[in-house]
């Protein structure tokens, strides 16, 4: 019984550090201005990492992923899709917004 309460704490435990690494959303987080979007396609963080690091790595490994997919399809380099996609998310990006064109962070 006491191995069970152990693993069961364990288990909550667990969930609740994955609960907050995941509490912030992409609109919160481009808002507070620790990511921002980047002429690679994928997202970059600018600021507080640590709160950051799993929503940016969710998120581009899912760009990743819808990328390789659109350069099997469209039989291109995936060096050029990316690019493609780097400049169409840097133009939708709104205004006070970070992005970096190659040239590090500012706000657009």
């Given amino acids: 019984m006491k191995l069970v309460k152990q693993f069961t704490s364990a288990v909550f435990i667990t969930l609740a550090l994955m609960h907050s690494a995941w509490a912030i ?35 581009n490994n ?13 039989g291109i380099a995936m060096d050029e899709v990316e690019k493609l996609a780097g400049k169409k998310v840097i133009g939708k990006t709104q205004a006070g917004h970070y992005v970096d064109q190659g040239n590090g962070w500012v706000k657009k």
């Fill in 25 to 59: 959303s992409l609109a919160d987080a481009k808002q507070n201005g620790w990511v921002g979007e980047r002429y690679t396609g994928y997202l970059g963080i600018v600021s507080n990492e640590d709160k950051v690091i799993g929503l940016v790595k969710s998120v």
């Fill in 62 to 74: 899912k760009r990743k992923l819808h990328y390789k997919k659109l350069a099997a399809s469209n």
